[in-house]
T-cell receptor, first 111, second 113 residues
Framework: EDQVTQSPEALRLQEGESSSLNCSYT??????LFWYRQDPGKGPEFLFTLYSAGEEKEKERLKATLTKKESFLHITAPKPEDSATYLCAVHPETSGSRLTFGEGTQLTVNP | DADVTQTPRNRITKTGKRIMLECSQT?????MYWYRQDPGLGLRLIYY???????NKGEISDGYSVSRQAQAKFSLSLESAIPNQTALYFCATATTGATDTQYFGPGTRLTVL
C-alpha cells in the first residue's frame, strides 16, 4: 500500500530561523513527488514536482530535495508570510492519475 | 480570473437534502478530480475523470456521484446528505502528460446539519 508520512505535524519558527520539513514515502514505484502550500480555508497551491532521486528545485526561500525514501522541503530565513500548511503527495507508477497525500506540516513563522 | 472555480464557496444544508457542487476550469485540462479534506485525514479522492466519457471512482466514492458535462465542467452530487459529509471539498485539474501536476480550486466548505 502506498503511504506518505509528513513530519513534524506542526513547526513553529522565528522569522529568519531556517528549518526543514520531511516527507517519507513508500510506493511501488515513483512517477513524481509533489509539494503544495495550503493557506487556511483555501485550495492547495502547487510548489514543486520532483521525479528522481538527487533532484532539487528552488523557489524563493524554499528548496525541495528528493531521495529514494523521502523528500525534504528546506525553508531558508523564513518570513511570517511563509506560514501555511505544506502538503506532500506522491504519484505511484501503478495508480494511473491518482495521488496519495500526506496529512501535512503546519508551519508558523513568528515575527 | 481564477483558472479553477468552484461554486458555491460555502453551503449549509440539512440531512437528507440533495446538493450539487460545481467546478469549472479554463486551463484546458482534460483531467478533473474531486477531493474532500477532513482534519487529521488529509485529502482523499472521491471521483476523477479523464474526459467526458471516462469517470472513475476514487477511494471514498460511496454516497457521492459525479457528472462531467463538458471538458471544462465537473459536478459532484450528494444524493442524500449526511452529517459525516461535512468537510472541505476541492476540485482539481491536470493535463495528460509526464507531470500529472494537479491544480486545485479554492474549495467549497459544506456543512450538513
Amino acid at each position: 500500500e502506498d503511504q506518505v508520512t509528513q513530519s513534524p505535524e506542526a513547526l513553529r519558527l522565528q522569522e529568519g530561523e531556517s528549518s526543514s520539513l520531511n516527507c517519507s514515502y513508500t510506493v511501488s514505484g515513483l512517477r513524481g513527488l509533489f509539494w503544495y502550500r495550503q493557506d487556511p480555508g483555501k485550495g492547495p497551491e502547487f510548489l514543486f514536482t520532483l521525479y528522481s532521486a538527487g533532484e532539487e528545485k528552488e523557489k524563493e526561500r524554499l528548496k525541495a530535495t528528493l531521495t529514494k525514501k523521502e523528500s525534504f522541503l528546506h525553508i531558508t530565513a523564513p518570513k511570517p508570510e511563509d506560514s501555511a500548511t505544506y502538503l506532500c503527495a506522491v504519484h505511484p507508477e501503478t495508480s494511473g492519475s491518482r495521488l496519495t497525500f500526506g496529512e501535512g506540516t503546519q508551519l508558523t513563522v513568528n515575527p | 480570473d481564477a483558472d479553477v472555480t468552484q461554486t458555491p464557496r460555502n453551503r449549509i444544508t440539512k440531512t437528507g437534502k440533495r446538493i450539487m457542487l460545481e467546478c469549472s476550469q479554463t486551463k484546458g485540462h482534460d483531467r478533473m478530480y474531486w477531493y474532500r479534506q477532513d482534519p487529521g485525514l488529509g485529502l482523499r479522492l472521491i471521483y476523477y475523470s479523464f474526459d467526458v466519457k471516462d469517470i472513475n471512482k476514487g477511494e471514498i466514492s460511496d454516497g457521492y456521484s459525479v457528472s462531467r458535462q463538458a471538458q471544462a465542467k465537473f459536478s459532484l452530487s450528494l444524493e442524500s446528505a449526511i452529517p459525516n459529509q461535512t468537510a472541505l471539498y476541492f476540485c482539481a485539474t491536470a493535463t495528460t502528460g509526464a507531470t500529472d501536476t494537479q491544480y486545485f480550486g479554492p474549495g467549497t466548505r459544506l456543512t450538513v446539519l
